[in-house]
């Protein structure tokens, strides 16, 4: 089954507007950590949270983990255009070392 | 530019070739991996090796047979596929510190079209 879900599937914003996308999952986790894919390429690692962290900053990314819901969200804060983008959340699982299990993502497409 | 490269980037194929994806990082990484990625699908995890070995096979096809001469070099060879094999192929790797926060980089992928 599934480990990561994002939510939701496609998200379209204005330039400058924030943009927060939401991971959910199903078992206990070491850490989550959240990849950004441009159309066709390969991910590209963004920000990584740890299972007893509760936020995290990185320039204009903002990362939030509530294991008590087993969620997380990642909020792109004035977002530009060249954000568009893929991004997918990944969940490092407490049994299954070296095993990222990805979720479906969320594509993100900023309008000018 | 990650430090993952992957070769060919584009692979047309019949159903009866034999082909090979080309992986190499050049991190100094000791964990590599192959990923399938279709659409409207969850990137999917292939395989998993560890300094060469391999440590997960997740339920693939035989007709899909992973090698890992070195750490810096893992291939994909294919055979017989099935035009539902047709995706977008990533590379990846990591620096494997046991489970713990390994952050993997991806290659740019190779897209495959089986015919």
Not at chain 1, 11 to 33: D, F, H, R, V
Not at chain 2, 75 to 86: I, K, R, V
Request: aromatic fraction near 8%.
């Amino acid at each position: 089954s599934q480990q990561g879900e994002e939510d939701p599937q496609a998200l379209s914003i204005q330039e400058g507007e924030n943009a927060t996308m939401n991971c959910s999952y199903k078992t206990s986790i070491n850490n989550l950590q959240w990849y950004r894919q441009n159309s066709g390429r390969g991910l590209v690692h963004l920000i990584l949270i740890r299972s007893n962290e509760r936020e995290k900053h990185s320039g204009r990314l903002r990362v939030t983990l509530d294991t008590s819901k087993k969620s997380s969200s990642l909020l792109i804060t004035a977002s530009r255009a060249a954000d568009t983008a893929s991004y997918f959340c990944a969940t490092d699982m407490l049994q299954g070392a070296q095993k990222l299990v990805f979720g479906q993502g969320t594509r993100l497409t900023i309008n000018p | 530019e990650t430090g993952v490269t992957q070769t060919p980037r584009h692979l047309v194929m019949g159903m009866t070739n034999k082909k090979s994806l080309k992986c190499e990082q050049h991190l100094g990484h000791n964990a590599m991996y192959w990923y399938k990625q279709s659409a409207k699908k969850p990137l999917e995890l292939m395989f998993v090796y560890n300094f060469k070995e391999q440590t997960e096979n997740n339920s693939v096809p035989s007709r899909f047979s992973p090698e890992c001469p070195n750490s810096s070099h893992l291939f994909l060879h294919l055979h017989t596929l099935q035009p539902e094999d047709s995706a977008l192929y990533l590379c990846a790797s990591s620096q494997a510190r046991g489970g713990a926060e390994e952050t993997q980089y991806f290659g740019p992928g190779t897209r495959l079209l089986v015919l």
